[in-house]
C-alpha cells in the first residue's frame, strides 16, 4: 500500500511537467491553415483569414496584431493568446545610425 502511495504522489508530482513537455506554441508568421486549426479557438475560416492577412500584408510583429485579422475579435484573440507565437520576427531599429559624410 506504501509503495501504491508513493507512485501516486509522484505521478501527481510530474503531470504537470508532461503537460507543459507536450504544450507547444504555434507560430502564426509559418502556420499552415492544418496547423492553425489545432489551436482552440481558431477554426477553418479564422485560420485561413489569418493565412490571408499574413500574405496580404506580411508577418504579424506582436500576437496583439492578429486583432486586425477580420473574424477575430477581442475574446478570440484572448482565448489564443496562450497558444500562439509570432516567433522572432525581426523589427528594424528606430535609431539607425545615419551615414557620416565623407571628409578629406
Not at 500576437?63 to 477575430?72: C, K, M, T
Not at 475574446?75 to 578629406?104: A, E, F, K, M
Amino acid at each position: 500500500m506504501l509503495r501504491f502511495f508513493r507512485f501516486l504522489i509522484l505521478a501527481l508530482a510530474l503531470s504537470p511537467m508532461a503537460a507543459m513537455a507536450t504544450h507547444h506554441l504555434v507560430n502564426v508568421n509559418t502556420a499552415s491553415v492544418p496547423t492553425l486549426r489545432q489551436v482552440k479557438g481558431i477554426n477553418t475560416t479564422r485560420a485561413n483569414a489569418i493565412v490571408r492577412y499574413r500574405e496580404t500584408h506580411g508577418h504579424f510583429r506582436s500576437v496583439n496584431d492578429l486583432i486586425r485579422v477580420p473574424g477575430i475579435n477581442a475574446r478570440t484573440l484572448d482565448r489564443i493568446r496562450p497558444q500562439v507565437t509570432v516567433g522572432n520576427v525581426h523589427r528594424p531599429s528606430r535609431h539607425q545610425p545615419q551615414p557620416q559624410p565623407h571628409r578629406r
